[in-house]
């Protein structure tokens, strides 16, 4: 038996590819803010959930502890003032429009 939709709510996706959950939804999903999976079933449809422990990125815990271990032996330093210098001279002048869709590169 497939599963029957209990309740159905049409959102609109921004030409940057976003969309907002519906308050309806959150309140089924049980979050307020923070993390949801959607998961694409083979039969076409896609399935949200709120993402648990167990779903978070595998790669976070090995980062953060060669990051920890690059801080314990000093290897990382704060930008000064030279390096800020160089960054803003290598990008001072570029122009980002944040309204602009994003690219698929």
Do not use: Y
């Amino acid at each position: 038996m497939s599963p029957v939709a209990t309740l159905s709510i049409d959102a609109t996706i921004t030409e940057r590819g976003q969309t907002t959950v519906p308050a309806a939804i959150r309140k089924m999903l049980g979050v307020n803010k923070g993390a949801i999976t959607f998961k694409a079933m083979s039969d076409g449809t896609v399935v949200i959930e709120p993402k648990t422990e167990e779903e978070a990125d595998p790669a976070i815990g090995a980062f953060l502890s060669v990051l920890s271990n690059d801080i314990a032996r000093g290897n990382l330093m704060p930008l000064d003032t030279s390096m800020l210098d160089e960054i803003d001279d290598l990008v001072g002048g570029l122009d980002v429009d944040m309204a602009a869709p994003l690219t698929d590169d």
